[in-house]
């Protein structure tokens, strides 16, 4: 295999080079997933409105941000932000304002869910405790719908974390733009480096998502009981 | 060819190492006899008969269907299991398919019968139970009594050569529970071949040509009806009736 | 707004939308497909393969599908595997979407009582017979929601198709922005071409979802409210 080409991943710095670029869209699916999970909580409370405006309102964004391909969404921000604003809005903030508004949809759908899983005596009882809401929201309710949020919740972080690989249509430069650079560079004297490279992202990919995916799987048997 | 339809020797079983289930089974069945099985929740009853029909794999022993060996590793267990009969407690119709699809499914698929032959058989036995207005039903729209009903139809359409029913009706009401065990009186009446576990001791006794009764995992007394209710012989039989009538004086 | 640029442009995007839902309808033909055998070989508990299939379910549900595509269409080459754009794209989708539809029909088939296979067995059918005849109707019945929600999320996905040289949607759009600088129109035109494809499909399955769960098996009561 001396002439297979997969040196081209131990020459230099190189897998060094593509680690830093994964964790560049690791670190636009953490920001996101952070802000999600924030704003997923307050939308999940909204979501449970019986208003009914409210309701359509919530529904609409919800089904809005399911239908649409999130790299649609990404255009849209990246390319018509840019035009209408003015400003030259840049591919890592396009991504977390789309990843965001994304992840706030879907987080706050599994915080309703979670939410209306509640049985109503449970808030009655606490009312009748003489808490208020925002007391019994905190103490009495958000710590139950806990055992059903966590597993969703690392779930969604690892589709945020596949999903993350679009911002190099937008041009940011992470891990497979940075592996464009060592496959141009490495043009000449490895003609296969594409396949290395390549093949190494995608172990990459599948190296950082799969323990979480596990853990939201170990997880989600175990807190079900 | 044996005169026995089913025989088993030396049966032994455990689900976890150490803790027999059943211990040293042996009997057997002539053509055209009614066996029950009666004893306590736990006792292997139940894991016995599905043993019989090799739904659960055994540790010891070995089970002969007319005479031959059915529990070996080699031999076909669908073509053995074609020949016994089983009716379970839970019904398990098939949800998707009509009441006539259910019934008809196996004798196609699995015997490859003429259909023109099967359907005739079919009628008859839908007939005989009270249920052919209810063909073209499907499970769900079904009592629990008639669902039973349909279960027996369906293992009998098979025409097996022996028939196992486990606990078939303690999951009914009360007032189902007749109509079930009618049909099954019936079969008797007319020389199926039959192994019952149940709880219905009035019933067992109006059944059976012979009673077994287990208990933790062995076969304690076996005895003919009349004289088992009567005059059980040995300590734990006669707790496990006198249950029965602690139940009956309560009412 | 430009509506004489959209006017003209409309060819072009039916042209864009029409491969994509090729290309989508053979992926998930394919992932269907890959899909049913994967759950066949667990079911039947396949020694080996049912190994093969729980690795490949987990390095195609734990990768990006842009990643599987530069891997197909890039990588693949330089060992003398040449794809066309559009064998790239549909199996990549099938690869994709194969483990998917497996993980549909597997939580389908789990959720079949086992006392449904017993009472198949004892009437002698096989393994096999009590897989196709009795096992799959239901799983499919049961896995129906999570089968649709499949299909939107890979029809979703081939938005990244442009990167394999395919002029999709995507391509098309880009390609506007890029020529003619009416980015509004060229964008405008991308989300009602997605909602086209997209909407019906998300309409007509809720529809089926609830005819099967309610209508299927007989219980049309539930339906009409009794």
């Known amino acids: ?225 | 060819m044996s005169e026995y339809v089913l025989q088993v020797e030396h049966l032994s079983k455990s689900f976890e190492k150490g803790k027999a289930v059943l211990q040293d089974v042996s009997f057997s069945v002539k053509k055209g006899e009614v066996v029950v099985i009666v004893g306590p929740s736990g006792c292997g009853k139940s894991t016995f008969l599905r043993c019989l029909n090799m739904l659960e794999p055994i540790d010891e022993g070995n089970i002969y269907l007319n005479g031959t060996v059915i529990n070996r590793k080699d031999k076909n267990v669908s073509k053995i299991r074609e020949k016994i009969g089983m009716v379970f407690q839970s019904y398990d119709l098939f949800p998707h398919m009509t009441i006539w699809k259910n019934i008809l499914l196996a004798p196609k698929l699995v015997q490859k019968r003429d259909k023109q032959e099967t359907q005739a058989q079919a009628e008859q036995l839908l007939k005989r139970v009270g249920l052919w207005e209810k063909k073209d039903a499907f499970p769900r729209q079904l009592s629990g009594g008639q669902k039973q009903r349909v279960a027996i139809v369906r293992a009998l359409l098979m025409n097996p050569e022996v028939l196992l029913l486990d606990e078939i009706t303690a999951s009914l009401d009360p007032e189902m529970v007749r109509e079930v065990l009618q049909v099954v009186l019936e079969l008797a009446k007319e020389g199926r071949t039959m192994v019952i576990v149940t709880h219905e001791m009035e019933f067992a006794r109006a059944v059976a040509d012979r009673v077994i009764f287990m208990d933790q995992g062995a076969i304690v007394e076996e005895e003919k009806p009349g004289e088992f209710f009567r005059y059980p012989k040995t300590e734990r039989a006669k707790k496990f009736l006198n249950t029965f009538h602690f139940e009956a004086l309560e009412i | 707004m430009d509506f004489e640029f959209i006017y003209e442009n409309i060819p072009l995007y039916m042209e864009a939308a029409k491969l994509t839902i090729s290309i989508a309808a053979w992926g998930i033909l394919g992932s269907i497909i890959i899909g049913l055998l994967c759950s066949m070989i667990k079911e039947l508990r396949i020694p080996v393969l049912r190994n093969i299939v729980q690795f490949y379910i987990e390095l195609s549900r734990n990768t990006p599908l842009l990643i599987q595509l530069f891997f197909l269409y890039f990588g693949l080459p330089k060992v003398g595997i040449l794809l066309s754009s559009e064998a790239c794209a549909i199996t990549g989708l099938t690869f994709l979407g194969g483990s998917y539809m497996a993980e549909a029909f597997r939580a389908g088939i789990d959720n079949v009582a086992q006392s449904q296979r017993e009472s198949s067995y004892s009437l002698g059918m096989t393994r096999q017979q009590t897989f196709i005849h009795i096992i799959l109707p239901q799983a499919v019945a049961t896995a129906m929601p999570a089968f649709i929600a499949n299909v939107i999320f890979l029809i979703k996905e081939t938005s990244v198709f442009s990167v394999v040289a395919l002029a999709d949607l995507m391509y098309v759009a880009k390609d506007l922005i890029g020529i003619s600088y009416k980015t509004d129109e060229a964008l405008l035109m991308l989300v009602v071409a997605y909602l086209v494809i997209l909407l019906p499909i998300s309409v007509i399955g809720s529809w089926i979802e609830r005819r099967v769960r309610y209508a299927g098996f007989g219980n049309r009561s539930a339906v009409s409210g009794d």
């Open chain 1, 1 to 225: 295999m001396q002439d297979s080409g997969i040196e081209v991943l131990f020459q230099g710095i190189n897998a060094w080079r593509l680690w830093q670029g994964m964790f560049v869209s690791l670190k636009l699916a953490a920001i996101s997933m952070a802000l999600s999970i924030l704003l997923g909580i307050i939308m999940g409370m909204i979501m449970t409105s019986k208003n009914w405006l409210v309701k359509a309102i919530c529904r609409l964004y919800l089904e809005t941000v399911r239908i649409m391909p999130q790299l649609v969404l990404l255009f849209l921000v990246y390319f018509g932000a840019a035009k209408h604003l003015g400003i030259d809005i840049s591919g890592e903030l396009s991504a977390v304002i789309v990843f965001t508004f994304w992840g706030t949809a879907e987080m706050g759908d599994i915080v309703r869910g979670a939410l209306e899983s509640i049985p109503k005596h449970q808030y009655e009882s606490s009312y009748g405790l003489g808490m208020k809401r925002g007391q019994t929201f905190v103490y009495i309710i958000l710590p139950q719908t806990i055992r059903s949020l966590i597993p969703a919740a690392i779930n969604l972080l690892t589709r945020m974390i596949k999903t993350t690989s679009l911002v190099v249509l937008i041009g940011v430069v992470e891990v497979v733009k940075v592996g464009k650079q060592i496959i141009d560079a490495s043009r000449f004297e490895i003609p296969t480096a594409a396949l290395w490279i390549y093949g190494a992202i995608f172990m990459m990919y599948f190296v950082v998502c799969f323990p979480i995916s596990k853990l939201s799987a170990v997880l989600e048997k175990r807190l079900q009981v």
